[in-house]
């Protein structure tokens, strides 16, 4: 069958929840579908039920559907009642191995795990790699039958050829050969009657008629055993592109970005430049644009370093860009999650949010941003108190704010703004040394947002109450 739509699949074991590789691979995948107007698949790859999680599924479906990668098929969107899940489709692995076996592809293989491992350590000892024996390759046929027949246990290995070599060109890191003698007979169906992985996701791959494989890099040294098993099968082979891996402490902190407050587009945006170049200057891409842009030909051959640094920048650029609606909403449950804000005016909320909105790297660095506001004590670090204490004329400079501030009934940015312009007159001193010394003495902070928009969002009670006597 000759399939001229591209088509390419997300095939995930629900043993954990999507990291950061997940994402960019999904990402990739649907990219090189939409691009050509093609169709991206969702699989679970759920055959080895010892690894199954149930909330590890429910988050694959959650976190594409949060960064706007929308399936066409896959589980809840089955075309004409085919699975797309592994665990509902065991029969058809079985089936199509037995298949193999008759047509002398693939073999009964009845050794043991003590046999197996007694090779193992043998080989161990003698410092040379393992690879299965072939000791079951050549096995009559009539007798394995009888094996099976008196409920013997076994798996079902593919014949690998054992000489000459195979090749392959996968589309970022061009032509690549193996020598067949180095290829294992591996295990198609294991002794339980469950595919192993490579089988299945081989024969599914085939089965929803994929166009083009996109996986990691650390399936590259496997994909000669997958490219025999399409042609075993008798199937057509797709295009391979494997991509390079991100390299970072920790992988699995998607979740914890995304309850930080990290925006999904954000996200999104700087995870396509692991591993690709858009080959101009351009930085900031939608989904929309990500699709006409993308290249498979920009996929890199090196690794990627993940940079929460750089995804800090991104985040803060979607979140200035941000309508102003948008952003309080986004940001606003954030804030009440640390500081309890019943009784404060409304307006005095969105100042207080409105004036940290380009300060902030991502939604719940609102907590810190806003601490000075919510806090009834203040403590002065070493750099503050030296500061204070730098110029003489400081200590006068306070008492008159602090006079000031007290003969004013109503509070506003104008009344502010009036103190500050007289206790500049009246001190003599301006600039750093009149603002600074004011900030440090008010907010305990030699950073924060305007200082004028800083005094009117602490109040005037608060203030006085933390220049003290």
Known sequence: MVIHLTRT???????????IEDLRNALFSYLIAKKEDGEFILRIDDANQNLYSLEAEESIYTLL???GLTYDEGPKKEVENVSYIQSERLPIYKSYAEKLVKRGKA?????????LNRKRLEASEEKTSYLYDRACRNFPKDEANRKILLGEKYVIREAMPEMGQTSFRDLV???ITVLNENLEDHILIKNDGTPTYNFANVLDDALFNITHVISSTKFLTSTPKYLLLYEDLGFP???FIHIPEILTDK???LIDLLDQGFIPSAILNYISFLGWNPKNTKEFFTLEELIREFKIENIGKRPSHFDIKKLEWFNRHYIKEMEENEYINFVRPYLEKFYNVEGKDEAWIHHLLMVNK?????????ALTAHMFFTTEIDLDEESIAFLKSDSNIENTLRIFKSEVEKTTSWSLENVKEILKYVEEESGISGKLLYMSIRIATTGS??????MDCLYLLGRETILERLGE
């Open 9 to 19: 699949r997300f095939a995930m074991c629900p043993r954990k929840k999507m990291d």
């Open 65 to 67: 559907s949060c960064f």
């Open 107 to 115: 073999y009964y293989c009845f050794c043991t795990k003590e046999e």
């Open 173 to 175: 890191y061009g032509d």
């Open 237 to 239: 082979l797709p295009e």
């Open 251 to 253: 992988k699995d902190i």
């Open 358 to 366: 380009n300060r902030l790297n991502f939604a719940s660095e609102i």
């Open 446 to 451: 030699m950073r924060g947002p305007n200082l």
